[in-house]
């Protein structure tokens, strides 16, 4: 078997079971990645695995001269595993017929647990499979942390949206379907019940909605699609007690919640405040109990010294409180590449590229507005899930060819 046969595999491989389990996707990264190496002069041309490359080095380097070296190391092992490694392995897959597979696997697969866990929210199927929720405690959570849904639900959503808009490939029935299924999807988000993700959703979508309309001219199914958005919202909140109490507990600055999340942000803040340049070190931001101790947070460390928090609950100022304004840097040229890229794709005259060229530049957008209340990309669901399609899609928007057939 050659490097273009096992890599075709480890995607669909990676396709197949990243809606499901994270775990045995990584199987399928660690699988594809040393014959993606064969291809070592296209990999070092891109800008985005360069980036991603000098923001781990700088990572572990960090790492070294840190307080807790190895808790510094495991937390770049994640970005490598996270990020780098799912990027490479979609970058890795040239032939279109194979990525549009991958692609398609994907999406179908992801939808189908989420139609599943909708059933399931409404009695209409099972709640847990095995030791798996779909449902628990009113919350919808397809396998995983419910904020982690519906950050994939939204950026299916968009994925959906786009492809029923662009994909000039299908007719107008199949691209009704998928208009439809984005809105399916937003419902999704909003029975994950994720305060975070109903503004970072509703920013996406408003953008969304006004480029439609503004850029493309769109009116009638902007305007139509804004109704259905509206009555969808409407729905989620009559028909779901968890999700009305989730949305009126966030108005009121008393709720635990929103008064934690407030007290790790000051902590953050301090933390960047005295070590502005560098930072803690990767995954040191919890450790500084001094900042806990100045804020009233409770027992917030066990009697080992170890901490209860795994993150301080924001992304950005996580980031900047462990990498400082140097790493945050990093970052920032790292995502910039990412959204030059999305653009670039989104400009290509392949029909299936360029509509999801638009829904991973409008949901990679929604994620970044959610990743202020939460952290995400810190983590292997979304994170994996948006390198590795950015990365099999830029392979498409590379090929020059006449595009196939997306979907019939």
């Known amino acids: 078997m050659n490097a273009k046969s096992i890599i075709r595999i480890s995607n669909y491989f990676f396709a197949l079971s990243m809606p499901i389990s994270h775990s045995v996707a990584y199987i399928a990264c660690g699988i594809g990645f040393f014959p993606a190496l064969r291809f070592w002069k296209k990999l070092r041309s891109e800008p985005i695995i360069l980036w991603v490359t000098i923001f781990i080095v700088y990572g572990l380097i960090h790492s070294f001269f840190s307080t807790k070296p190895v808790v510094g190391y495991n937390t770049m092992f994640n970005y490598f595993s996270h990020w780098l490694l799912p990027f490479i392995l979609g970058y890795s897959l040239s032939e279109r017929k194979n990525i549009h597979f991958a692609f398609w696997l994907y999406y179908w697969l992801l939808l189908c647990l989420i139609f599943f866990s909708i059933l399931a929210y409404f009695g209409l199927f099972w709640k847990n499979i095995g030791n798996n ?3 628990n405690e009113g919350l919808l959570k397809g396998f995983r ?9 939204i950026n299916l959503a968009f994925l959906s949206f786009a492809i029923g808009f662009f994909n000039k490939d299908m007719n107008t029935k199949k691209r009704s ?3 439809l299924m984005g809105l399916f999807l937003v419902g999704a988000v909003g029975l994950t019940t994720s305060r975070g993700y109903y503004i970072a959703s509703s920013i996406g979508l ?3 909605l006004i480029w439609l309309i503004v850029y493309h001219k769109k009116y009638l199914f902007g305007g139509v699609v804004f109704i259905f958005l509206i009555l969808i919202s409407a729905g989620v909140y009559f028909a779901s007690p968890k999700a009305r109490l989730r949305l009126e507990s966030a108005i009121n600055l008393s709720d635990i919640n929103v008064t934690e999340r407030i007290k790790l942000y000051r902590i953050a803040v301090m933390e960047i405040e005295d070590k502005p340049i560098f ?3 990767p995954g040191q931001s919890v450790y500084q109990k001094q900042y806990f101790d100045k804020i009233d947070t409770g027992n917030t460390f066990t009697e080992d010294g170890n901490p209860k928090y795994s993150h301080l609950h924001s992304f950005y100022l996580n980031l ?4 400082g304004l140097t790493g945050f840097l990093i970052f920032v040229i790292i995502f910039s590449l990412l959204f030059v890229k999305l653009l670039s794709i989104y400009k290509t005259e392949l029909c299936l590229s360029k509509a999801v060229g638009v829904g991973l530049l409008f949901g990679f957008f929604s994620v970044m507005v959610g990743e202020c209340f939460d952290t995400q990309f810190r ?14 899609m830029s392979g498409d928007s590379a ?8 979907f019939n």
């Open 133 to 135: 929720y779909l449902v």
């Open 145 to 153: 942390h419910h904020i982690t849904l519906a950050a994939l639900s």
């Open 177 to 179: 379907f998928f208009i």
């Open 206 to 208: 408003f953008i969304f």
């Open 279 to 281: 930072g803690f070190g």
């Open 320 to 323: 900047a409180a462990e990498f």
């Open 379 to 392: 983590g292997p669901q979304v994170a994996m899930d948006l390198f590795w399609m950015v990365g099999i």
């Open 399 to 406: 090929n020059k060819k006449v595009a196939l057939p997306a």
